[in-house]
């Protein structure tokens, strides 16, 4: 169990201040001995400020604030946290999933399921227990990778994929390899189909 509501740990100038707040005591019970054995469950905030001598005087008169601030301090860094995995994601989804050329391959529905994904994404900062809790949508199935969607977004490279004399899996194969660089992929069928002839 911490000893004080808080304590400052000084290095150099500046000094870290550890605050202990919600402190409840909670036995567990050794699993050996099957006796209780006390334990403590409590919050834990850090904040790092300049180091001055009245330091100590100065957070018992006003314990509250201080508190708040350093609780302040780790949401926003929490916060951060999530907001650059959240951003990530976003990124990635317009980068791999929702490119110009994916997004005209689409139907209206796989549209409509992109769109209520990312804006979930968006959202994540206005739920109740953010940033300790985040509830993540489940990114929608990418179908465009499909020898039948991409045969369909794209006739001539589906046209030339066809010609191949390739089993489905092959085909599902080298479309995924493709991806979404239609020029790389006409390059390839074209050395695919060179060599297929020699």
Same mark, same amino acid.
């Given at each position: 169990?911490?000893?004080? =509501?808080?304590? *400052?740990?000084?290095?150099?100038?500046?000094?870290?201040?550890?605050?202990?707040?919600?402190?409840?005591?909670?036995?567990? *019970?050794?699993?050996?001995?099957?006796? =209780?054995?006390? $334990?403590?469950?409590?919050?834990?905030?850090?904040?790092?400020?300049?180091?001055?001598?009245?330091?100590?005087?100065?957070?018992?008169?006003?314990?509250?604030?201080?508190?708040?601030?350093?609780?302040?301090?780790?949401?926003?860094?929490?916060?951060?946290?999530?907001?650059?995995?959240?951003? =990530?994601?976003?990124?990635?989804?317009?980068?791999?999933?929702?490119?110009?050329?994916?997004?005209?391959?689409? =139907?209206?529905?796989?549209?409509? #399921?992109?769109?209520?994904?990312?804006? $979930?994404?968006?959202?994540?900062?206005?739920?109740?227990?953010?940033?300790?809790?985040?509830?993540?949508?489940?990114?929608?199935?990418?179908?465009?990778?499909?020898?039948?969607?991409?045969?369909?977004?794209?006739?001539?490279?589906?046209?030339? *994929?066809?010609?191949? #004399?390739? $089993?489905?899996?092959?085909?599902?194969?080298?479309?995924?390899?493709?991806?979404?660089?239609?020029?790389?992929?006409?390059?390839?069928?074209?050395?695919?189909?060179? $060599?297929?002839?020699?």
């Amino acid at each position: 169990m911490p000893n004080k =509501s808080f304590e *400052i740990l000084p290095n150099g100038k500046t000094c870290t201040i550890i605050f202990y707040d919600n402190i409840k005591y909670n036995p567990v *019970i050794d699993g050996m001995t099957g006796k =209780s054995l006390p $334990s403590w469950d409590y919050e834990k905030y850090n904040i790092t400020v300049n180091y001055n001598t009245n330091l100590l005087a100065q957070i018992e008169s006003d314990y509250s604030t201080w508190l708040k601030k350093a609780k302040n301090l780790e949401k926003e860094i929490e916060s951060n946290k999530i907001r650059d995995y959240r951003d =990530s994601l976003l990124n990635n989804c317009d980068l791999q999933h929702c490119n110009p050329e994916k997004w005209t391959a689409m =139907s209206d529905t796989e549209k409509l #399921s992109w769109a209520n994904y990312k804006q $979930s994404l968006r959202d994540i900062p206005t739920q109740s227990e953010f940033p300790y809790t985040v509830n993540w949508p489940t990114i929608p199935s990418d179908t465009t990778n499909t020898v039948e969607s991409t045969l369909a977004s794209n006739k001539l490279v589906g046209q030339q *994929i066809a010609s191949l #004399s390739l $089993s489905d899996a092959e085909k599902t194969n080298l479309i995924s390899q493709l991806g979404s660089q239609l020029v790389q992929a006409q390059l390839n069928i074209v050395s695919l189909k060179g $060599s297929a002839t020699t």
